[in-house]
C-alpha cells in the first residue's frame, strides 16, 4: 500500500507517541508500524518515541527531527482511547515539543480509537484464527479507570459481534471490569462454545500476557496485537493528513488536536 502525499507536504514529519512498555516486544511492534507507514508515504520522515518506560522521548526525537529540517511535525499518539494519557501527557509533551521548538510548527492528532479501521484490524487478527463457526467473541483490552474509555471498548465489542451475529462481551487485563476467565464464562453460560478472545492491542507486554494467560487457561484461542496491520497504518496516515492542512495554516507557536 503506497498512499501520495495530499500536496507538497513532503517536509512534514510524523512523530509516532506510543505509551510505552518495559517490554522489548512492544518497542518492536511500535518500530514495525512505523516502518509500515514510512514504506506506505515514501519519502515522509516517521520517528516512533514513548511516553514512559522503554524508549526515546518525544522531545530528543522531535529536535532530531528538526535539525534534519522538516518543516513541520504531526504527533500521532498510539493509543485506543481517549482516557488519562491523551488529555494529559500527550497534551503535555506537545506543548514542551512546541516551546523547545518555537520555530516549528506543531500539530497533534486525536487518538487512534475507536474507529473502523481498528475493527478491520481486528478482522484481520480474527482471520488469522482460522477458526470456523465462531459463536461468541471476547474483545481483550489492557483496562482504564476511564468509564468513558471502558463504555467505548464496550461499544466496540458490541459491535464487532453484532456485524458477524454472534454474541461479544469485553473484558479487562487490571481495573474495573471482567477479567477473560469470566468473560468466557459468560458467554459460555449462553451456550457459546467456539468462542474466541480478540486482543484489543496494539502491541505485546505484561498486561497482554496476563490476557493470553486467561484464554489458555480457558482452552479459547486468542489473537495477537494489532499494531504492524496495514489497517492500523493506514488509520495513522488518515489522521495525519487529517493534520497536514493544520500544520500548514499554523503560526510557528500553535499546536491544536485534529481528530
Do not use: K, N
Request: aromatic content about 4%; overall charge positive.
Amino acid at each position: 500500500m503506497t498512499l501520495p502525499f495530499p500536496g507538497d507536504r513532503r517536509g512534514t514529519a510524523l512523530l509516532l507517541v506510543a505509551h510505552g512498555s518495559r517490554d522489548p516486544r512492544s518497542g518492536a511492534a511500535i518500530e514495525a508500524l512505523a516502518a509500515r507507514v514510512a514504506a506506505a508515504r515514501p519519502g515522509m520522515r516517521v520517528a516512533a518515541a514513548s511516553l514512559e518506560h522503554r524508549g526515546r522521548r518525544p522531545v530528543p526525537v522531535a529536535r532530531e527531527l528538526a535539525a534534519a529540517g522538516v518543516t513541520g511535525i504531526v504527533a500521532v499518539p498510539l493509543l485506543l482511547t481517549d482516557a488519562y494519557h491523551s488529555t494529559v501527557d500527550v497534551p503535555a509533551v506537545t506543548a514542551e515539543i512546541r516551546a523547545t521548538l518555537p520555530r516549528l510548527p506543531v500539530a497533534r492528532t486525536g487518538v487512534l480509537g475507536p474507529d473502523e479501521l481498528l475493527s478491520a484490524a481486528l478482522a484481520v487478527r480474527l482471520a488469522e484464527l482460522e477458526m470456523s463457526g465462531v459463536d461468541g467473541l471476547v474483545l481483550a483490552a489492557a483496562g482504564t479507570s476511564d468509564r468513558a474509555a471502558r463504555q467505548g471498548i464496550a461499544e466496540v465489542a458490541a459491535g464487532f459481534a453484532a456485524r458477524r451475529g454472534v454474541p461479544g462481551t469485553v473484558a479487562f487485563a487490571a481495573g474495573a471490569g471482567p477479567d477473560v476467565p469470566t468473560a468466557v464464562a459468560r458467554l459460555r453460560s449462553t451456550g457459546a462454545r467456539r468462542i474466541a478472545v480478540l486482543s484489543y492491542f496494539l502491541a505485546p507486554g505484561r498486561l497482554h500476557d496476563r490476557i493470553v494467560a486467561g484464554a489458555r487457561g480457558c482452552g479459547v484461542p486468542v489473537s495477537a496485537p494489532f499494531a504492524d496491520t496495514g489497517p492500523v497504518a493506514e488509520l495513522v496516515l488518515r489522521r495525519a493528513d487529517r493534520a497536514w492542512d493544520s500544520v500548514a495554516r499554523q503560526q510557528p507557536a500553535l499546536s491544536v488536536p485534529v481528530y
